[in-house]
């Protein structure tokens, strides 16, 4: 199930930072038609930082209600206390999500006996399947590769999306998780080469502006297509870098909001792209084959 083009889908907002269900609905239709194999909600590009419990888990309830068993849901549920990442977890199993991903705890910087506990526990008190997550770039931890080994023996956790861009890891944890295990690349500079290494897919925030591209992206490094993969991933490069210009998700929600699906809302800390982005962005969409007028 956890594998091809995921999209990391961004939270839509009106200007006062109130969740828009309305755009949240057209966003799923978009990707749905668009061919996009999974969507994670509530993720690191979904804001879930500055998500109040509540509307998180009534977040990922309306998601599931619109998708209507279309496409599957992911949940995001991380955070960086065990038992506020189990008390979401828990909540949110009754939901008909596909998993969960739980991002490595941020700020208090765990060992990585502290991080097995910590997924370990998540795994123990759920019923649907856990994802690891690891960005150490926005976390300030890093879940080792044999520490991912570890944690692949347990039977309630199936994958892990990797976004140091280290692409070496692959080859690491295909011998040390199995062939069962899903690798998911969360860097999409790299996910190319990440796929055509072994990797099963991404879990990427470009795809958020062009779902069909990165769907073609992973089908063809997925089945070994080099050739083809690098021509694609060559059109998408300047969004993969334009895309984080500024803190994700501050330029994808931008982006987006060129193209019509959403509103201008993002949550303080968070504050709008900085006007001198825009043309960079605009000019990486239009390299990307994004039609804007034409999504508008």
């Known amino acids: 199930m956890f594998e091809g083009s995921t999209v990391a889908l961004i939270t839509p907002m009106s200007a006062d930072g109130q969740i828009d269900y309305g755009d949240l609905g057209a966003l799923i239709e978009f990707h749905v038609g668009a061919g996009t194999e999974a969507l994670v909600i509530a993720g690191t590009t979904g804001e879930s930082a500055t998500l109040a419990k509540p509307e998180h888990i009534d977040l990922i309830t309306r998601a599931c209600e619109l998708a209507d068993g279309r496409i599957p849901i992911i949940a995001g549920t991380g955070s960086n206390a065990t038992a506020q990442t189990l008390d979401l ?5 009754a939901l008909p999500v596909a998993g969960f991903l739980v991002v490595t705890p941020y700020y208090n910087k765990p060992n990585q006996e ?12 759920v019923e649907r399947p856990v994802l690891l997550y690891n960005v150490p770039g926005r976390t300030g931890v890093d879940l080792l590769p044999e520490t991912v080994v570890r944690l692949a023996r347990h039977s309630n956790i199936v994958a892990v999306k990797e976004a140091t ?39 990427s925030v470009t795809a958020n502006v062009a779902p069909k591209k990165m769907r073609a992206l992973c089908d063809a490094a997925r089945a070994g297509r080099r050739e083809e993969a690098g021509q694609i991933d060559a059109e998408l490069q300047g969004l993969h870098r334009t895309l984080f210009l500024e803190s994700n998700p501050i330029p994808v929600k931008w982006a987006m909001a060129q193209m019509g699906f959403t509103g201008p809302g993002i949550r303080l800390p968070l504050v709008s792209l900085a006007a001198e982005y825009h043309d960079e962005v605009r000019r990486a969409m239009s390299a990307a084959g994004v039609d804007i007028a034409a999504a508008a």
């Open 89 to 93: 977890s828990v909540a949110v199993d």
């Open 114 to 125: 502290g991080l097995y506990r910590h997924f370990a526990a998540v795994a123990d008190a």
């Open 165 to 203: 861009g280290e692409v070496d890891r692959v080859e690491v944890l295909r011998d040390g998780c199995g062939d069962d295990f899903a690798l998911l690349s969360g860097d999409d500079a790299t996910s190319a080469e990440f796929m055509l290494l072994g990797g099963d897919g991404c879990i």
